[in-house]
């Protein structure tokens, strides 16, 4: 209800921006300040990391990652692309993840070993094994940070391989949509941990896999590349090619 209403009245003055393409709204932080709110009235000894006001200290083996609204750009513009992003870590790893869409009205959600949902439809990544039968979607959070060393070469050498591609701004409904099965892979670098932390416990719990871009768990610092088995593999070949020789 924040989001929905909120995107309808929102105006220019509403926009503070962080640097000079990356933007916040009131609604984002509002949106957090409620999600921690209600967390920590329920979990007092929790800790919590959110895109927007950071982290809250805890003693306890148990932090909240929070993404109130990731896909902000999608959000100022009246697109439906955007979504409010919850993960659970326990001892460090994440065992729950739930990634809301309010405009598209889609509930995913995940617990470690209990499989991945869409409402209360249980959901599996795609059976597509070529690339060229292949719909992925990336993102250019590295533009935003204006990086050199940015995703636009690796998209020129993807995009031409794959069936097509699509870009919504969201790295967590991406992830969301891989795990469904609607999109077959995604990949994307410089993103936050609070980006793609629900996501990934989609992903993997729709039977997902998602790296690095060099095949291993460093990410998000070293990208991040999720896809079915298959076409996992295959991104992962094209980027580690293309890595030794960037
Ligand atoms: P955001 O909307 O919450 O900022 C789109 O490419 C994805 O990248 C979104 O998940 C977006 O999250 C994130 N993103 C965009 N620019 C970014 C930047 N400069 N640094 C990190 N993440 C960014
Ligand atoms: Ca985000």
């Excluded at 250019?140 to 940070?145: D, E, K, P, Q, V």
């Excluded at 690796?154 to 409904?173: C, M, Q, T, W, Y």
Aim: net charge negative; hydrophobic share 45%; aromatic share 10%.
């Amino acid at each position: 209800m924040i989001c929905l209403e909120g995107q309808q009245n929102l105006t220019f003055h509403d926009l503070e921006f962080k640097s000079t393409k990356d933007i916040v709204t009131e609604i984002d932080k509002k949106v957090e300040a409620f999600l921690v709110k209600a967390i920590l009235a329920r979990y007092p000894d929790h800790g919590v990391l959110g895109e927007e006001y950071g982290a809250v200290q805890a003693k306890s083996e148990f932090r909240w990652i929070i993404d109130p609204i990731d896909g902000t750009t999608s959000f100022v513009h009246r697109l439906p692309f955007y979504s409010i992003s919850i993960a659970l870590e326990k001892e460090g790893e994440l065992v729950l993840g739930v990634v809301y869409a309010p405009a598209l009205g889609q509930l995913f959600y995940a617990e470690k070993g209990k499989g991945a949902f869409v409402g209360d439809i249980p959901i599996h990544v795609s059976e597509t094994r070529e690339l060229d039968k292949a719909v992925m979607a990336t993102g250019f959070a590295c533009l935003r940070a204006g990086l050199q060393n940015n995703n636009l070469p690796i998209f020129n050498e993807i995009v031409p391989k794959l069936r097509d591609i699509r870009r919504f701004g969201s790295a967590a409904l991406d992830l969301c949509y891989t795990a469904l099965g609607s999109l077959d892979g995604f990949w994307e670098m410089n993103l936050n941990v609070y980006d793609i932390a629900a996501g990934i416990v989609i992903l993997k719990e729709a039977g997902g896999v998602v790296t690095d871009f060099t095949g291993g768990r460093q990410f998000p610092e070293k990208g991040i590349a999720a896809a079915n088995k298959d076409l996992h593999n295959e991104l992962i070949r094209i980027l580690t090619e293309f890595c030794a020789s960037a």
